[in-house]
């Protein structure tokens, strides 16, 4: 089974609906992060957590929220989606106590989202 | 200037070649380096970290120039299963709790 798994996997929807998009992760780590990725532009973070009581916005956080639901669970939601939110999204983990890598990332396989 | 830039490619290369990447960075207090790697459509998986020192994983070494800002990664007798895009990864520095990561420069080995 996946360490960090995702869902949907694909999602098309129209704009002004509320979407959630869901992170499961069985690797215990502490931190997890959302991310988002448009050709060209590379992977841009949107909110990260560094444990349940913890969040914080990453860059282009506008238009988006997050829940940590528990130490395993981090979900992201768009409000009222609009087309330029069509990307692939990224959900990843990482283990502060690693002792050789603490910023290294695990991802999930990601979710295709598209707002018409 | 972005925050960490690298050539977009693609770097078209026979099976066999030596290929280098190149990427630069903007915050003089980064700590920790990584390359990734990215098939198309799949997610973002750690190829290697980079330490000062440098470091060398099989055919693929990785080297750091703190002076100047940039990483490097060097991929010696291509495979065609090394085609792909592959993302520098930097960290904030001091005070800076995420990564950053390039937009990725795109592989192909041809047969």
């Known amino acids: 089974d996946a360490d960090v798994t995702q869902t949907p996997r694909n999602r098309i929807t129209k704009t002004g609906k509320r979407i959630m998009l869901e992170c499961s992760q069985t690797k215990g780590h502490d931190r997890m992060y959302w991310y988002r990725q448009d050709p060209g532009l590379g992977l841009r973070l949107i909110y990260y957590s560094f444990d349940v009581k913890d969040i914080n916005k990453g860059e282009i956080s506008d238009g988006y929220s997050v829940s940590r639901q528990a130490q395993a669970k981090f979900s992201l939601s768009l409000e009222s989606a609009i087309p330029n939110q069509t990307a692939l999204y990224f959900c990843a983990t990482s283990d502060p106590t690693s002792l050789r890598n603490t910023d290294t990332q695990y991802f999930g396989p990601g979710t295709r989202l598209t707002v018409l | 200037r972005k925050e960490v830039e690298q050539d977009p490619g693609p770097f078209n290369v026979p099976e066999g070649a030596t290929v280098a990447f190149n990427c630069t960075y903007s915050n003089s207090a980064s700590q920790s380096f990584f390359w990734y790697r990215q098939d198309c459509r799949k997610e973002p998986k750690l190829l290697m970290s980079?330490?000062?020192s440098g470091n060398e994983d099989g055919r693929f070494t990785a080297q750091l120039n703190r002076a100047s800002q940039y990483i490097s990664l060097l991929i010696r007798d291509s495979k065609l299963s090394d085609s792909a895009t592959y993302l520098c990864?930097?960290?904030?520095?001091?005070?800076?709790?995420?990564?950053?990561f390039g937009s990725g420069t795109r592989l192909q080995v041809q047969p």
């Open positions: 980079v330490y000062s």
């Open positions: 990864v930097v960290n904030g520095g001091t005070g800076r709790r995420a990564l950053t």
